[in-house]
């Protein structure tokens, strides 16, 4: 390579609960800059959470037990060989599991049928933090495939 490898960025502590993680998945769930937008229906989701689940722990739990539910630990890539071209399984990367699981629960949240998106995200955290609903079905589906085509895993790089 000739340019050095690009350096990540730091990404600083939300204002509300202090955490990194909450921080990355409000920038995220952002639309054209609408920081303040994407915290308020996060931290309003989040408050719907607290509602629904009397005394079961606080709403950043549940928040951090459904993306556990979602991130997923192995992928299929496509890789050519010999004019074929194969799916094979990989291990996710810790870092990649979390943004997986991230983007997924926001694209089925937005697709969800509730009135505001704070409703729909937190339908969406609730349902994953039981093991279910969409972006659970996601990762589901996604380590069929890697468990279908584990023949191929030794053309691995």
Known sequence: MRKSKARKRVVLPDPKFNDILVAT?????????????????FYDAIDIIEKKHDGEGSGLDIFKSALDNIMPSVMVKSRRVGGATFQIPMEVKSNQKIAFGMKWLIKFSRNRNDKSMAEKLSSEILAASK??????????????????????SHFRV
């Open 131 to 152: 093991g279910e609903g969409a972006a659970v079905k996601k990762k589901e589906d996604t380590h069929k495939m890697a468990e279908a085509n584990k023949a191929f």
């Open 25 to 41: 998945f409000i920038n995220n769930l952002m639309w054209d800059g609408k920081k303040q937008t994407a915290q308020r229906i």
